[in-house]
């Protein structure tokens, strides 16, 4: 390999071959000054290299100029960068002298390496700066307003530009490393904290991320086991989601990088089993609550106000709800699970709350037949002590219904329990006494919780749709996770109960008055031999002093109790 030189010779080029350093000199004929590039290399490493031309050698046409007189020299390097040199006693941003007012920070190779990339800033290795210019692990505004004054020109050695491409590789590795860890990982990933929000943790799971890392703190590593396929974080947030969002086994295992659905089924029933075992028995049932603690702390003033007659009775409101089934190919289940009432195939829980919406106990499920009626559940419920019932509910207690447990009263009554229920017309009756509406009205104030409870239940999609059959068995323990995650994290139905005390003396002062509008429409009917005629009224026929409503008593009137949440 030649390389054109006024003052070599092709025999000391073949002598230098051997050397550990070699020197390239290009001179031009145009001008005195010459550029000289250092190449350091190993004895046992044969290279080529192509000899350099003018055009590629120039100052103007390279960003990279070397400096070096003499191969005992060490060669210099010139890039337009800015530098910060390397200082013990002063620093190299504000050039003030480091001491207990202004300690010092030794850079790391992560600060270098950014720098470097972000900024045009080489940091020599060992530099070090006052605390005050380092926030957030980088250099902060001020910091890199003041090293942009000096001038983008540096100098360094070949050992400090090698330096600094080793740390670049680094910072690269890294980066590619991350990189393929996030290929590699899960589209949802429930290990890494940092990657799912608390607002989209609500958003999957319904529940916030302080909640479902409360959740998975209940149940014990050895209930639900790290595995190679799934941690436990991963099984509890695939059945929440399975739960929440109603998704199927195929999507789970899309999000999940799971293998088949096979694996989600399995994943999912290790989740069910360990909150049925560890959680569900702690927050639903008739065990897990005593008398007294929904006597004083999940009774409203209302409710008592309105239906006790003692201040120490337990008031609970029963109701029925409906989970949606696929029609089955077996004919003595779809015989079961037929409603002629809903005309579909579904199977019905019994919930059981407290005035205040707390959940005491979902029982069942059950069958849909003509057997199993609110008021047959019901009376199997009394009579089987389901749950120990019989000895947690004392004589004398009020049991809130709806007119589906009318068969059921006269059992209630002889097990010696209080019932209230909305009333049946009379035959032949068009509508209510006053007398029977009102009290009607005070059983639907009591009695509403029920419903926003079963709706609150619904907002977990997967109860919101028609289920596969496949389903049918761990239906019962599905609804139970849902109900024991209402009555551990949801909001409360009644967010205030201030105003109950005087709602209710308001109601029931009330409830004795007649309907004096319907008893002067009533004479009218009697005075009058032909049948009354009513016309439509506009605003130019109301009278002049007809009263107005305020805005407090609109409110009351359409929106009653919700005025007051």
């Known amino acids: 390999m030649r390389a054109p030189s006024g003052n070599t010779t092709e025999e000391s080029m073949d002598a230098d071959l051997g050397d550990t350093r070699k020197t390239f000199i290009n001179t031009s004929s145009q001008t005195e000054d010459f550029n000289v590039t250092f190449v350091a290399r190993s004895d046992s490493i044969n290279m080529i290299v192509d000899s350099p031309t003018t055009a590629t050698m120039t100052a103007s046409d390279t960003a990279l100029t070397t400096v070096s007189t003499s191969s005992s020299v060490p060669s210099h390097v010139f890039v337009p960068f800015y530098h910060l040199s390397k200082s013990h006693s002063r620093c190299p941003i504000c050039n003030i002298d480091f001491s207990s007012n202004s300690p010092a920070l030794v850079f790391t190779n992560d600060i270098r390496a950014r720098a470097f990339l972000e900024d045009d800033i080489l940091i020599s290795f060992g530099s070090r700066c006052c605390e005050k210019h380092i926030s957030a692990g980088y250099l902060n505004a001020g910091a890199l307003q003041r090293i942009r004054k000096e001038e983008n020109k540096c100098y ?193 829980p019994m919930l059981i709350t407290t005035t205040t919406g707390y959940i005491v106990s979902c029982m069942g499920p059950y069958f849909a037949d003509y057997k199993n009626n609110d008021a047959e559940i019901t009376k199997h419920i009394i009579y089987k002590n389901k749950e ?20 059921a009263l006269d059992y209630l009554h002889l097990m010696g329990y209080q019932t209230y229920m909305p009333s049946f017309l009379a035959k032949g009756e068009k509508q209510f006494t006053a007398e029977t509406a009102n009290q009607t009205r005070f059983v639907t104030k009591v009695r509403w919780v029920i419903e926003s409870a079963n709706g609150r239940i619904k907002q977990w999609r997967i109860f919101d749709k028609v289920l596969p059959n496949s389903l049918l068995k761990t239906a019962g323990d599905l609804i139970a996770i849902v109900c024991a995650l209402q009555n551990c994290y949801g909001a409360p139905f009644i967010q205030s109960i201030s105003k109950d005390k005087e709602l209710a003396k308001k109601m029931l002062k009330l409830r004795d008055e007649t309907n ?28 002049p002093d007809f009263p107005r409503l305020t805005f407090e008593e609109l409110n009351d009137l359409t929106l009653g109790e919700l005025i007051h949440y």
């Open 156 to 348: 360094l050695t070949m050992e400090e530009f090698i330096d600094m491409l080793v740390i670049i590789k680094n910072a690269f590795l890294l980066k590619v490393s991350t990189i393929e860890d996030f290929r590699n990982a899960p589209l949802l990933n429930f290990d890494d904290l940092t990657r799912i929000t608390s607002d989209n943790y609500y958003v999957l799971t319904g529940l916030s991320r302080a909640n479902f890392d409360n959740l998975c703190s209940r149940i014990p590593s050895s209930a639900l086991r790290n595995t190679p396929n799934r941690s436990a974080r991963t099984a509890i947030a695939c059945l929440l989601m399975k739960l929440r969002l109603g998704i199927s086994h195929q999507v789970l295992a899309t999000l999940f990088s799971f293998k088949d659905k096979r694996t989600v089924s399995r994943v999912v029933h290790s989740a069910r089993k360990a909150l049925v075992e560890y959680f569900v028995p702690h927050f639903l049932g008739f065990e897990h609550i005593k008398r007294r603690d929904v006597i004083d702390r999940h009774t409203r003033p209302l409710a008592s106000e309105l239906l006790a007659d003692q201040p120490d009775r337990a008031i609970l409101i029963l109701d029925g709800t409906y989970i949606y089934f696929q029609k089955s190919a077996n004919n003595v289940l779809q015989r079961r699970t037929y409603s002629m009432h809903k005309g579909k195939s579904l199977i019905k």
């Open 388 to 407: 120990n019932i019989g000895q947690w509910l004392e004589k004398g207690d009020i049991l809130v219904v709806d007119r589906g447990f009318r068969d």
């Open 516 to 543: 004096e509008l319907g008893n002067y429409v009533a004479k009218l009917k009697n005075k009058s031999e032909k049948l009354l005629q009513w016309k439509e009224l506009n605003a130019n026929d109301t009278v």
